[in-house]
C-alpha cells in the first residue's frame, strides 16, 4: 500500500502509541487470566456423612437424591455430564476392597448402556490404600439428540468399616482435560468417622 | 487536523453515514423478511442445509453496508480493493486469533457466568480487549499509513469494515457451533452481532483518524481501544442478562428483541455521537476563508 505522506516523526509517535495499545491489550489479558485462575480455583467445601471434598465454587452440590447411600453430586452447571460423586458403600465381611468393586462394576453394568470396564488398578490417595476403575458408558440424552460416550473414574476408599466411592464422569472427548481438577478435589478429601 | 484532512468536508462524506442508516433499515427489513419466511412458509431444513443458510445470512449485514457504502461514496471515493482487503482481514483475525483466544484458551463459558460482576469483568478484560484490539489493528496495520486513509471519516469506514468482517466471522462461527439455528432467532443474533462490532469499531476508527489528522498524545489511541473494550464488554454483559432465559409456569421464556432494541439503540448512538464529533472537529479545524477586497 501507498505509504507516502506519512512523516518520520509522527510515524515514530504512532508506533509507540500502537505499542501501548498492544500493552495494553496484553496487560488487560493477563488480568483476565489472573480472574480466570482464581475463578477456576475457588472451592467450596462439602461436608456430609463424615465425608469431606472441596469442590469447584460454582458446581451445584446436591444431597443424596440420585442414588441409594449416596453422600453428594457436585455438577457443573454448564455441562451436567461433567460431575462428581460421592457414595458410601458396606466394606465386605472380609475386608476387601475389591468385592466393593466387582458388586459396583455388575451393578452399572445392568443399568448403564453399553457399560465397559476399561481399566483397572490398586490406588492411594493420602496413604490409604484403594482402587481406580476406569469405565465408559453410553448416554442417550432423549429423543432429537444424539447419544454420546460418558468416561468416568472411580475411586474406592476404605475408611472405618465402609468404602468411600469418589465418582468423576465426563464426556469423552473432555475427560482427560477434567482429571487433573478431579485429583485436585480427591487431594482433599477427609473422613471424619461417626459423623 | 491538517488542511488537507479539513479540506473534505461532512457533507462530501454523507456517503458513510447514509450507508449506515439505509443498512440499518434494511437490516430490519431483512429481520421481518426472515420471520415471515418462517411464519408463512415453514421451511424445514436438515441440519446441513440450517448452517448454509445461516453462514449465508451472516454475510447479509456486511453485504449491505458494502454495497451501499460502494453506491454512496461517489464524491472521494475510498478504494473499493481497501474497503474490502480491511474487510477480509477483520474476518481473519476473528477466526485465527479472536474465537480461538476466547473459546479455547480462556474457555470463557466455564468461569464467566459466576456472577454479573464477573461476568462483566471477565468480558471487558478478554472479549473487548481481544475483539478491539484486533479490529483495531486490521486498520492500524494495513491502511492507516496508505494515502488514501485522508480524512477522519475515513477511519470510522475502514474501521467498520474490520468490524463487519469480524462480525460475519463470529456469526458464521455460532452458526456453525450451534449445528444450526432457528433462523428467526439467528437473524437477530447475526443483526445484533454486525451492529454491535461495527459500532465499537467505528470508536477505535474514530481515534485512530484523530490520532493520525490531529497529532494526538501517546496515550490517546490506547485510549480509545480502551473506550470501545469497556462498551463492549458492557454491551454483552447487559445483553446476556436482558436475553436469559427465564423461567415461567410454561417452560423457559426467551426475548431476543429486548437484546436488538439495545443493540439499535446503541449503534445508532455511537454513530450519532461520532458523526456530532466529526463535525465539530472539522467545523474547529476549517481554514478561515480568505476575503478578496
Redesign the interface.
Known sequence: ??????PLR??A??G???A??????GI??L???I??SN??NETQSVLRSGVSLQVP??WKVQFGIAEENQVFSAV?P?NLLHNITAVKLPMATDGLVTDAVVNQNLKRATVLSSYQVLEQAPYVVKDVQGYAVYYAYVENQGTGNLPVVVRGLDIYLPFDQQIVLISLEENESRFGSALPEFFRVLDSISYTPGE | MTVQASSHSLSSRKSLWKSNLITFGLLGLFLLLVFAVEALVHPIFNSTSLVITGAVMSLVPAFLWLVFFYRQDQLEPEPKS?VFEVFILGGLLAAAIGIP?IEDV??L???L??NLW?EL??S???I???QE?LK?AAV?????????F?EPTDGIIYATAAGLGFATVLNISFIVNSGGANLGIAAIRIVLTALAQASFAGISGYFLAC??FE?KP?????CG??LA?LLNGVFFTLWGSLTRPTLTGSGAFINPWLGLAFAVLLSLAITVILSLMIQKNEKQSSPTPEVKP
Do not use: H, Q
Open positions: 500500500m501507498n505509504v507516502t505522506g506519512f509522527k510515524r509517535k504512532s509507540l502509541s500502537a501501548l495499545v498492544l500493552c495494553l491489550a488487560a489479558l488480568a483476565g487470566w480472574l480466570k475463578i477456576l465454587a460454582s457443573d454448564l | 481497501m483466544l480462556f474457555k463459558s466455564s468461569w457466568y459466576s464477573i469483568l471477565g471487558v478484560l478478554v473487548g480487549f481481544t484490539t483495531w492500524r496495520f494495513s491502511v492507516y499509513k496508505s494515502i488514501e485522508d490520532e493520525k497529532g501517546i496515550w490517546w489511541m490506547p481501544v480502551a473494550a
